[in-house]
Every structure is written in structure tokens, then in C-alpha cells.
Nanobody
Framework: QVRLVESGGGLVQPGGSLRLSCAASGSIFRIYGAGWYRQAPGKQRDLVATITSGGSTNYADSVRGRFTISRDNAENTVYLQMNSLKPEDTAVYYC?????????????WGQGTPVTVSS
């Protein structure tokens, strides 16, 4: 059974940094595309960053230059390094990973990890 476990969220002061991890376990040969999303209370879930199987990345305008998405294929883990955090970054962050399951590409979501940026 495939599982995604997120970690790394918490409370941080403005200007601080956090590193989120999303580890996939189970019958996994390779993570295909992956991404990070965030959702603030009462708001829609927005795309933060994506990374392809080849390592190409894209970022939302609001985080470009501050956040970095990366992956460790050997460990089946996706990361989101968040620097220069702002109060506007406060949200629950979710990872999404595309995995082959029974020959079908399937999207899996992490449980979400809250990030609060406040002084």
C-alpha cells in the first residue's frame, strides 16, 4: 500500500526558513511528477511548485525566488525548502505525487502539514 508522509511544518517567524518533506513508501519504483500545494483557511488550494520526473521545476509567482522544490529519487522523497517566509505563506501545505499503480498513473496526496509564519 502506497503512503505519503509529510513532515517539517511548524511555527516560524517572518524571514525564517522551513524545509518540508514528503516521503513515499510502498511498492514504488520511481516517483513521476510531484508538486506542493497550500490552502489557507477559507481559501482555495493553490499550486506552489511542481517538479517533473526529469527535474524541471515551476513555481507560483508568489514564491518564486524564495522556495525551492527538489527530489531525492533514491529515497522517493520530495522536498520544499522555504526561505524568507512571510505571514502570507501561512497555510496547510500538501504534497502531491504521481505514481504508477497497477499500470495506471495515480495521484497521491499527503496528509498536509501546517505552516504558520508569525511574530
Amino acid at each position: 500500500q502506497v503512503r505519503l508522509v509529510e513532515s517539517g511544518g511548524g511555527l516560524v517567524q517572518p524571514g525564517g526558513s522551513l524545509r518540508l518533506s514528503c516521503a513515499a513508501s510502498g511498492s514504488i519504483f520511481r516517483i513521476y511528477g510531484a508538486g506542493w500545494y497550500r490552502q489557507a483557511p477559507g481559501k482555495q488550494r493553490d499550486l506552489v511548485a511542481t517538479i517533473t520526473s526529469g527535474g524541471s521545476t515551476n513555481y507560483a509567482d508568489s514564491v518564486r525566488g524564495r522556495f525551492t522544490i527538489s527530489r531525492d529519487n533514491a529515497e522517493n522523497t520530495v522536498y520544499l525548502q522555504m526561505n524568507s517566509l512571510k505571514p502570507e505563506d501561512t497555510a496547510v501545505y500538501y504534497c502531491k505525487v504521481d505514481l504508477p499503480v497497477n499500470g495506471v498513473a495515480t495521484a497521491y496526496w499527503g496528509q498536509g502539514t501546517p505552516v504558520t509564519v508569525s511574530s
